[in-house]
Nanobody
Framework: QVQLVESGGGLVQAGGSLRLSCKISGNIFSRNVMGWYRQAPGKQRELVAEITSGGSTNYRDSAKGRFTISRDNAKDTVYLQMNSLKPEDTAVYFC???????????????WGQGTQVIVSS
């Protein structure tokens, strides 16, 4: 069973920083893409940033220059460093993993429970 556990959310003033962490546990054959998504009240879940197994990254436009995604394969952890936070960054942030559980199977998506980020103005 694969589990993703997020931490690091909280309340911060505009202009501040937070670092989110996502610890992966369980046996999974390949971790192809890891990402951070967010969902604000009344809105759809949206991709914030993602990183491939090769280290390539992709960010939504509003996160470019402010957020940095990274992964520590030895610790099975992915991070999201968020700087210059804005009230519009307020959302529940979810960690996601796209991978193959066992050889020969198709890719599947795994999700964490989410961590709340609130940015006050």
């Amino acid at each position: 069973q694969v589990q993703l556990v997020e931490s690091g959310g909280g309340l911060v003033q505009a202009g501040g920083s937070l670092r989110l962490s996502c610890k992966i546990s369980g046996n999974i054959f390949s971790r192809n893409v890891m990402g951070w998504y967010r969902q604000a009240p009344g809105k759809q879940r949206e991709l914030v940033a993602e990183i491939t197994s090769g280290g390539s990254t992709n960010y939504r436009d509003s996160a470019k220059g402010r957020f940095t995604i990274s992964r520590d394969n030895a610790k099975d952890t992915v991070y999201l460093q968020m700087n210059s936070l804005k009230p519009e960054d307020t959302a529940v942030y979810f960690c996601a993993l796209r991978g193959v559980l066992t050889p020969g199977e198709y890719e599947d998506d795994y999700w964490g429970q989410g961590t709340q980020v609130i940015v006050s103005s």
